[in-house]
């Protein structure tokens, strides 16, 4: 990023500035073409100055302006995280959805640097453009998955290739989900082997294995992959979030609690990833839970 920002200094002409800057990792993996870069990188900076503390005490779904007009990122999280060693607070960030990894990275007069996850948009390679989420009256419209109609093309897929029982397990989970979660925009789902999830059907404890294994947010394996081990994810059990527990980018070998993902980007479509993995994930701690 710091090379693209050197041969588009205009755009850090302008002060005050907070940039949000992308890891070299989740760049690479952007297959962004050359001419619309700078355009990322404007929709990756803010032109007023704002520290962690300044984030954090703003109100969720709060518009940040950026140097593209009418086009403004939003506060989407914030969390008690307790691995974030960095922030006193011991809470997260999210702006798009997308972490904050390393606040408060650069600090100097009037700019500010904070490294994120990823970036806050992605290139449609069918239409040749980039796509960024639209901020509209405090809320980030990234189309919410309200209904049971998209729910059930994943169910459908699922029982078409192999996970059955995943399949009729997240089916009759989904109703409680939607009311439950009206402003949830996307999931990922993290999807066992065929299991015996028959002998929970009657029990609170079906609807616990499932929600465990789906996660706030879509990403795919490549931004997964941009994620620190440690790095956390949140559950569709409310206050339970699992792991990254290994990343190498050399063998590309990713584990979820420490159950590696087998059959990464399963399913992909706007709201949805589908990510097989090679066993369920443990259930100790959720099986003594009441919901």
Request: glycine letters at 4%; hydrophobic letters at 40%; one cysteine or more.
């Amino acid at each position: 990023m710091a090379n693209f920002l050197h041969i588009s200094p205009e755009l850090l002409h302008s002060t005050p500035q907070t940039i949000f800057a992308i890891p070299d990792a989740a760049f690479a993996n952007l297959s962004i073409p050359p001419y619309m870069i700078k355009h990322l990188l404007a929709y990756h900076i803010s032109p007023t100055k704002l520290t962690t503390q300044d984030l954090l005490n703003k109100p969720l779904k709060t518009s940040l302006p950026t140097l593209i007009h009418h086009q403004t990122l939003s506060i989407t999280k914030i969390a008690n995280y307790p691995n974030w060693a960095k922030c006193n607070k011991k809470q997260v960030l999210e702006i798009n959805n997308v972490l904050i990894t390393h606040p408060d990275l650069f600090l100097q007069q009037s700019v500010t640097i904070h490294c994120v996850a990823g970036s806050f948009a992605w290139y449609n390679h069918r239409q040749e453009r980039i796509t960024l989420p639209y901020c509209k009256a405090d809320r980030v419209e990234l189309g919410f998955i309200k209904n049971k109609e998209e729910w059930g093309r994943v169910i459908k897929f699922l029982s078409s290739y192999g996970f059955m029982s995943f399949a009729i397990g997240l089916n009759s989970v989904t109703d409680g989900i939607v009311k439950e979660y009206p402003d949830l925009d996307s999931v990922t789902i993290f999807t066992p082997p065929n299991v015996a999830l028959m002998a929970m059907s009657s029990s609170p404890l079906l609807d616990k294995f499932m929600r465990f294994h789906m996660v706030v947010q879509r990403h795919s394996f490549k931004q997964l992959a941009g994620l620190p081990p440690g790095a956390s994810l949140s559950t569709l059990v409310r206050g339970k979030h699992v792991d990254i527990t290994e990343n190498s980018r050399v063998s590309q070998v990713m584990s979820i609690n420490g159950v590696v993902i087998t059959t990464p980007d399963l399913f992909v479509s706007k709201n949805f990833v589908v990510h097989g993995i090679a066993r369920a994930l443990n259930m100790d701690e959720l099986s003594s839970m009441s919901r």
